[in-house]
């Protein structure tokens, strides 16, 4: 009877003594706070890159969460005065105690899928101060001349249509606001074909989808390329019955102002005298002497005399 009852009050005495976590049979409770706060960051920033997704705007957006989140990652890699109930730092318990670490996998993919591959630091710089927690952020001087352009754009745009997404078809918007479009467009497009420069992918959607709107939607390059298409054609069409004129003019002058009478060689008669054999070409300077003494004595008989 002792001994049961000993049994049972041994494991609520050292239950007192325990972490207070959700669960105190938890190996891992004193850790367990700082991966929920680790959760945390990591789905803010998941939810502000979703957020931002059409179109992809993370860099210019999702700055902060991304600070946040790297910022407590580092914080998690160096828990080394904290410990599990066996004994291991809460840093080895959330990167290296088990097969799989959730927390490293969805940090990795953070940082080389979202931030990486939309290549924020083409247009932010951080730098970085985990240790005072004080991470300073800094935008390109590209992305801000980017930034103001766009806005002159769009400043435009708002004034001669009250910010109507879709001008009246009497709009002078395509005329009025094709200046500050071509600057953007201009600078933009000087950077892209720069080699060893990138903007992040923030612009690059950015400037899509103004050319779409500025295209597609307002039909602006449509109503200012139709003149010039039409020029274009007529200017064309009249060099190429130019040429065609100066061809045959020429023709007319090279033959003497007459028609020329072209020779049909298959009804002409066929050679009648003997043709005279050609010399092969392979045949030397030296062997020619030989040649003609041997022709002629052979023919009239009548001795050479070589002399040198």
Same mark, same amino acid.
């Given at each position: 009877?002792?001994?049961?009852?000993?049994?049972?009050?041994?494991?609520?005495?050292?239950?007192?003594?325990?972490?207070? *976590?959700?669960?105190?049979?938890?190996?891992?409770?004193?850790? @367990?706070?700082?991966?929920? =706060?680790?959760?945390?960051?990591?789905?803010?920033?998941?939810?502000?890159? *979703?957020?931002?997704?059409?179109?992809?705007?993370?860099? *210019?957006?999702?700055?902060?969460?991304?600070?946040?989140? =790297?910022?407590?990652?580092?914080?998690?890699k160096n828990l080394n005065d904290i410990f599990s109930?066996?004994?291991?730092?809460?840093?080895?318990?959330?990167?290296?105690?088990?097969?799989?670490?959730?927390?490293?996998?969805?940090?990795?993919?953070?940082?080389?899928?979202?931030?990486?591959?939309?290549?924020?630091?083409?247009?932010?710089?951080?730098?970085?101060?985990?240790?005072?927690?004080?991470?300073?952020?800094?935008?390109?001087?590209?992305?801000?001349?980017?930034?103001?352009?766009?806005?002159?754009?769009?400043?435009?745009?708002?004034?001669?249509?009250?910010?109507?997404?879709?001008?009246?078809?009497?709009?002078?918007?395509?005329?009025?606001? =094709?200046?500050?479009?071509?600057?953007?467009?201009?600078?933009?497009?000087?950077?892209?074909?720069?080699?060893?420069?990138?903007?992040?992918?923030?612009?690059?959607? *950015?400037?899509?989808?103004?050319?779409?709107?500025?295209?597609?939607?307002?039909?602006?390059?449509? =109503? @200012?390329?139709?003149?010039?298409?039409?020029?274009?054609?007529?200017?064309?069409?009249?060099?190429?019955?130019?040429?065609?004129?100066?061809?045959?003019?020429?023709?007319?002058?090279?033959?003497?102002?007459?028609?020329?009478?072209?020779?049909?060689?298959?009804?002409?008669?066929?050679?009648?005298?003997?043709?005279?054999?050609?010399?092969?070409?392979?045949?030397?300077?030296?062997?020619?002497?030989?040649?003609?003494?041997?022709?002629?004595?052979?023919?009239?008989?009548?001795?050479?005399?070589?002399?040198?």
């Amino acid at each position: 009877m002792w001994i049961f009852l000993l049994l049972l009050i041994l494991p609520t005495l050292s239950l007192d003594h325990a972490p207070k *976590t959700d669960d105190p049979w938890d190996l891992d409770g004193p850790c @367990q706070k700082y991966v929920e =706060k680790f959760a945390l960051v990591q789905s803010e920033m998941v939810a502000c890159a *979703t957020n931002w997704s059409i179109p992809p705007k993370v860099c *210019t957006n999702c700055f902060q969460q991304y600070i946040d989140f =790297k910022q407590f990652e580092y914080y998690t890699k160096n828990l080394n005065d904290i410990f599990s109930l066996d004994n291991r730092s809460c840093s080895q318990v959330i990167y290296e105690n088990y097969v799989l670490s959730y927390s490293s996998d969805i940090s990795g993919a953070l940082t080389s899928k979202i931030w990486e591959q939309s290549r924020c630091d083409s247009c932010i710089t951080i730098n970085w101060n985990f240790p005072k927690n004080k991470s300073e952020v800094s935008f390109s001087d590209r992305t801000m001349q980017f930034q103001n352009r766009l806005y002159e754009w769009r400043n435009c745009v708002v004034n001669y249509t009250s910010g109507a997404v879709l001008p009246t078809n009497d709009s002078q918007i395509c005329t009025l606001c =094709k200046q500050p479009f071509d600057d953007l467009f201009g600078f933009y497009w000087k950077i892209y074909i720069t080699p060893d420069v990138d903007f992040c992918v923030d612009v690059e959607t *950015t400037m899509n989808d103004t050319i779409h709107l500025w295209n597609d939607v307002w039909m602006c390059a449509e =109503k @200012q390329d139709r003149k010039r298409d039409i020029v274009s054609v007529l200017l064309t069409f009249g060099i190429l019955l130019f040429l065609t004129f100066l061809f045959y003019t020429a023709s007319y002058i090279q033959g003497g102002g007459e028609a020329r009478n072209l020779i049909r060689y298959s009804r002409l008669d066929p050679p009648q005298h003997q043709r005279s054999r050609l010399i092969s070409s392979g045949m030397s300077d030296l062997d020619l002497p030989s040649r003609s003494t041997t022709t002629v004595s052979s023919n009239y008989s009548i001795p050479i005399h070589q002399t040198r």
